[in-house]
Protein backbone atom coordinates (compact mmCIF):
# COMPACT_ATOMS: atom_id res chain seq x y z
CA UNK A 1 0.00 0.00 0.00
CA UNK A 2 1.29 3.48 -0.96
CA UNK A 3 2.52 5.82 1.68
CA UNK A 4 -0.45 7.98 0.64
CA UNK A 5 -3.30 5.45 1.75
CA UNK A 6 -1.48 4.66 4.85
CA UNK A 7 -1.90 7.81 6.18
CA UNK A 8 -5.52 8.20 4.91
CA UNK A 9 -6.73 5.21 6.54
CA UNK A 10 -4.58 5.81 10.22
CA UNK A 11 -6.42 9.33 9.80
CA UNK A 12 -9.84 7.97 9.08
CA UNK A 13 -8.98 5.24 12.07
CA UNK A 14 -8.23 8.27 14.05
CA UNK A 15 -10.97 10.49 13.32
CA UNK A 16 -13.25 7.97 14.45
CA UNK A 17 -12.17 7.28 17.90
CA UNK A 18 -12.50 10.43 18.04
CA UNK A 19 -16.11 11.03 17.18
CA UNK A 20 -17.09 7.83 18.29
CA UNK A 21 -18.06 9.06 22.46
CA UNK A 22 -20.20 11.03 20.27
CA UNK A 23 -22.51 8.79 18.76
CA UNK A 24 -22.70 7.13 21.64
CA UNK A 25 -23.81 9.98 23.39
CA UNK A 26 -26.02 11.37 20.72
CA UNK A 27 -27.88 7.47 20.56
CA UNK A 28 -28.36 7.65 24.71
CA UNK A 29 -29.95 10.95 24.40
CA UNK A 30 -32.27 9.71 21.66
CA UNK A 31 -33.26 7.42 23.75
CA UNK A 32 -33.86 9.53 26.74
CA UNK A 33 -35.93 11.66 24.84
CA UNK A 34 -38.18 8.69 23.39
CA UNK A 35 -38.29 7.83 26.77
CA UNK A 36 -39.63 11.00 28.35
CA UNK A 37 -42.37 11.07 25.58
CA UNK A 38 -43.84 8.09 26.88
CA UNK A 39 -44.14 10.05 30.32
CA UNK A 40 -47.97 11.07 30.96
CA UNK A 41 -46.79 14.06 33.29
CA UNK A 42 -47.86 12.75 36.57
CA UNK A 43 -44.64 10.88 36.90
CA UNK A 44 -46.38 7.86 35.53
CA UNK A 45 -45.63 5.67 32.10
CA UNK A 46 -48.32 7.06 29.71
CA UNK A 47 -47.37 3.57 27.44
CA UNK A 48 -45.84 0.08 28.39
CA UNK A 49 -42.45 1.00 27.64
CA UNK A 50 -39.44 1.44 29.70
CA UNK A 51 -37.12 3.57 29.48
CA UNK A 52 -34.70 1.40 28.33
CA UNK A 53 -31.43 2.67 29.58
CA UNK A 54 -28.57 1.78 26.36
CA UNK A 55 -25.60 -0.22 27.89
CA UNK A 56 -22.54 0.59 27.10
CA UNK A 57 -20.66 -0.85 24.77
CA UNK A 58 -17.14 -2.78 25.20
CA UNK A 59 -14.31 -1.94 22.64
CA UNK A 60 -12.24 -4.33 21.70
CA UNK A 61 -8.38 -5.10 20.76
CA UNK A 62 -7.51 -1.84 18.88
CA UNK A 63 -10.42 -0.02 20.33
CA UNK A 64 -12.80 -0.68 17.66
CA UNK A 65 -16.19 -1.55 18.14
CA UNK A 66 -17.67 -5.25 17.99
CA UNK A 67 -20.44 -3.81 15.50
CA UNK A 68 -22.07 -7.03 14.26
CA UNK A 69 -21.84 -8.38 17.34
CA UNK A 70 -23.08 -5.45 19.25
CA UNK A 71 -26.16 -5.46 16.99
CA UNK A 72 -27.06 -8.80 17.24
CA UNK A 73 -26.88 -8.67 20.90
CA UNK A 74 -29.20 -6.16 22.42
CA UNK A 75 -30.77 -6.57 25.54
CA UNK A 76 -34.67 -5.87 25.97
CA UNK A 77 -35.95 -3.86 28.79
CA UNK A 78 -38.25 -5.28 31.26
CA UNK A 79 -41.55 -3.06 29.56
CA UNK A 80 -40.32 -3.95 26.01
CA UNK A 81 -42.64 -4.89 23.58
CA UNK A 82 -40.48 -7.46 22.01
CA UNK A 83 -40.86 -5.81 18.01
CA UNK A 84 -37.41 -5.02 18.01
CA UNK A 85 -37.62 -1.48 17.00
CA UNK A 86 -35.98 1.02 19.48
CA UNK A 87 -36.47 4.85 19.83
CA UNK A 88 -39.56 6.92 19.38
CA UNK A 89 -42.18 5.30 17.30
CA UNK A 90 -42.25 6.05 13.64
CA UNK A 91 -43.20 9.03 12.49
CA UNK A 92 -43.81 11.33 15.39
CA UNK A 93 -40.92 13.51 14.78
CA UNK A 94 -40.66 16.69 13.78
CA UNK A 95 -39.75 16.41 10.20
CA UNK A 96 -43.14 13.92 10.40
CA UNK A 97 -44.95 16.94 11.90
CA UNK A 98 -43.63 19.26 9.36
CA UNK A 99 -44.52 16.69 6.12
CA UNK A 100 -48.21 16.63 7.37
CA UNK A 101 -48.62 20.58 7.65
CA UNK A 102 -46.93 20.38 4.21
CA UNK A 103 -49.79 18.27 3.28
CA UNK A 104 -52.19 19.68 4.55
CA UNK A 105 -51.02 22.76 2.98
CA UNK A 106 -51.17 21.28 -0.18
CA UNK A 107 -53.18 18.49 -1.15
CA UNK A 108 -51.86 15.93 -3.80
CA UNK A 109 -48.24 16.83 -2.51
CA UNK A 110 -45.50 14.01 -4.14
CA UNK A 111 -42.84 12.80 -1.88
CA UNK A 112 -40.23 14.29 -4.30
CA UNK A 113 -42.28 17.86 -3.80
CA UNK A 114 -42.28 17.38 -0.18
CA UNK A 115 -38.56 16.49 0.27
CA UNK A 116 -37.96 19.32 -1.67
CA UNK A 117 -39.63 21.59 -0.03
CA UNK A 118 -38.17 20.30 3.42
CA UNK A 119 -34.81 19.84 2.06
CA UNK A 120 -33.97 16.42 2.80
CA UNK A 121 -33.59 13.31 1.05
CA UNK A 122 -37.29 11.56 0.23
CA UNK A 123 -35.65 8.45 1.60
CA UNK A 124 -37.10 9.33 4.88
CA UNK A 125 -40.29 10.42 3.55
CA UNK A 126 -40.71 7.12 1.59
CA UNK A 127 -40.55 5.17 4.90
CA UNK A 128 -42.62 7.87 7.01
CA UNK A 129 -45.56 8.71 4.61
CA UNK A 130 -46.85 4.71 4.93
CA UNK A 131 -46.86 4.76 8.28
CA UNK A 132 -48.74 7.83 8.85
CA UNK A 133 -51.15 6.47 6.52
CA UNK A 134 -51.91 3.35 8.75
CA UNK A 135 -52.00 5.78 11.81
CA UNK A 136 -55.45 7.63 9.45
CA UNK A 137 -53.52 10.93 9.63
CA UNK A 138 -52.79 11.37 5.36
CA UNK A 139 -54.00 9.38 2.68
CA UNK A 140 -52.55 8.54 -0.86
CA UNK A 141 -54.37 8.84 -3.89
CA UNK A 142 -52.38 8.15 -6.74
CA UNK A 143 -48.88 9.39 -6.42
CA UNK A 144 -50.18 11.93 -4.06
CA UNK A 145 -50.58 12.59 -0.35
CA UNK A 146 -53.70 14.50 0.95
CA UNK A 147 -54.81 14.96 4.59
CA UNK A 148 -56.92 12.45 5.93
Given at each position: ?41 N ?26 A ?73 K ?5
Amino acid sequence: MTDFLKKTLKDIETRRRELEPLVEEYRQLEEAAAALQGVDGNGGAATSRASGARTATSRGSGGRRASTARAGSRRRTAGSSGTGRRGRPRGSGKRAQQALDLVAGQPGITIPELAKAMKIQPNYLYRVLPSLEQDGKVKKKDKGWHPA
